[in-house]
């Protein structure tokens, strides 16, 4: 009987446990995009096909680097912090990168992705614009377009909380994407 009792005990934790793993995502989720700071991320083109990640629009940010600065040093695939301020046009800026997590809101946790003599190199946990599957093959073919012209028109806005960052919208011409979409069908 208490072999029973244990079991059932057992798989109830492990239930709790598988579900409020999920649970603890989407809430975070959740928190960065009702409680996190906007920052305003300029894209350029990338190769926005791929077959087994599902239907989403790739996204490369414009600026994922940042001169190393003091004593730091970087080794591939390292966490670091992306300290983040807006320019003068209302964009993100990296102004620094740290290997400690600073106290500030106004960061993302990256990892670094190649470090040369003078620059560290960013991968942002934020690559990816999630759409409908129908949406999608018009969306990437908007965003290649918009991305390709002399003046850039593409940008992404991502709520940053604690260090944790959360795509809010993807822009083109200064429309959301579904907005542009609907405006000029294909």
């Given at each position: ?5 244990y ?8 239930a ?6 999920p649970?603890y995502?989407?809430?975070h989720r959740?928190?960065?995009?009702r ?9 350029v ?9 599902g ?7 414009a600026?994922n680097?940042s001169?190393i600065t ?5 080794t591939?695939n390292?966490k ?6 807006e ?5 993100a ?11 500030d809101?106004a960061?993302?946790?990256?990892r ?5 003599d003078s620059l560290?190199?960013?991968q942002?946990?934020f690559d990816r614009?999630y ?5 999608a093959?018009?969306a ?10 002399e003046?850039?028109d593409?940008y992404?806005?991502v709520r ?7 795509v809010?919208e993807?822009?083109?011409?200064g429309?959301?994407?579904?907005e542009?979409l609907?405006?000029?069908?294909e």
């Amino acid at each position: 009987m208490n072999k029973l009792k244990y079991s059932i005990s057992f798989f109830a934790v492990m239930a709790l446990v598988q579900i409020s793993i999920p649970v603890y995502m989407i809430w975070h989720r959740e928190i960065t995009l009702r409680d996190g700071r906007q920052f305003r991320f300029q894209t350029v083109p990338v190769d926005p096909y791929d077959a087994f990640r599902g239907r989403y629009v790739a996204l490369q940010m414009a600026q994922n680097s940042s001169p190393i600065t003091g004593e730091e040093k970087f080794t591939f695939n390292q966490k670091v912090f992306a300290h983040l301020e807006e320019d003068d046009t209302g964009f993100a800026r990296i102004v620094k990168v740290t290997s400690h997590q600073p106290t500030d809101d106004a960061f993302v946790q990256c990892r670094v992705s190649t470090i040369t003599d003078s620059l560290v190199y960013l991968q942002f946990p934020f690559d990816r614009y999630y759409m409908d599957e129908e949406a999608a093959p018009a969306a990437e073919a908007a965003y290649f377009e918009h991305s390709r012209r002399e003046v850039q028109d593409v940008y992404v806005t991502v709520r940053v909380n604690e260090g944790f960052a959360v795509v809010e919208e993807l822009y083109i011409a200064g429309m959301p994407i579904r907005e542009f979409l609907s405006k000029n069908p294909e």
